[in-house]
């Protein structure tokens, strides 16, 4: 694979990280949004003033185009898998700016995870 293809590949992964981060802020900031006692349509009103949910929104629109462009120009087998590295990346972030601390299950099955995406991005 290119390293021009690798770079929009990463590029489309890492913005639709960001857009699920920008997504769990949104929410942290207006609650859960179905639920006992929740009025649903005043919640969701609530969610489309927080900005985080546009940048989100704008970030996710972004990593489709980026996204496009690089698997126009690799094997969708060898190019999905690329995915997965949102594990390995959304841990630490998550952690660190949602306050999310990880489990030990979690970090084991995110290790198995990237061991099988470098056994297919070697492939």
């Known amino acids: 694979m290119k390293w021009?293809?690798?770079a929009f590949l990463i590029g489309g992964v890492l913005l639709n990280l960001v857009a699920q981060l920008g997504l769990k802020a949104a929410?942290?900031?207006t609650g859960p949004l179905f639920g006992a006692g929740?009025?649903?349509?005043k919640r969701l009103l609530a969610?489309?003033?927080v900005p985080w949910l546009w940048f989100a929104l704008v970030c996710y629109g972004l990593?489709?185009?980026?996204?496009l462009i690089g698997l126009s120009r690799a094997p969708v087998s060898q190019a999905y898998p690329?995915?997965?590295l949102n594990y390995l990346l959304m841990v630490p972030l998550?952690?660190?700016l949602l306050g999310e601390v990880p489990n030990l299950e979690r970090v084991v099955g995110i290790?198995?995870?990237i061991v099988g995406v470098v056994l297919v991005f070697r492939s």
């Not at 929740?38 to 349509?41: A, C, S």
């Not at 990593?63 to 996204?67: G, L, Q, T």
């Open 38 to 41: 929740v009025d649903v349509p």
């Open 4 to 6: 021009s293809v690798f």
């Open 94 to 96: 998550a952690w660190w």
């Open 27 to 29: 929410t942290d900031a």
């Open 47 to 49: 969610l489309a003033a």
């Open 82 to 84: 690329m995915l997965s």
């Open 111 to 113: 290790v198995v995870i």
């Open 63 to 67: 990593s489709v185009i980026v996204w």
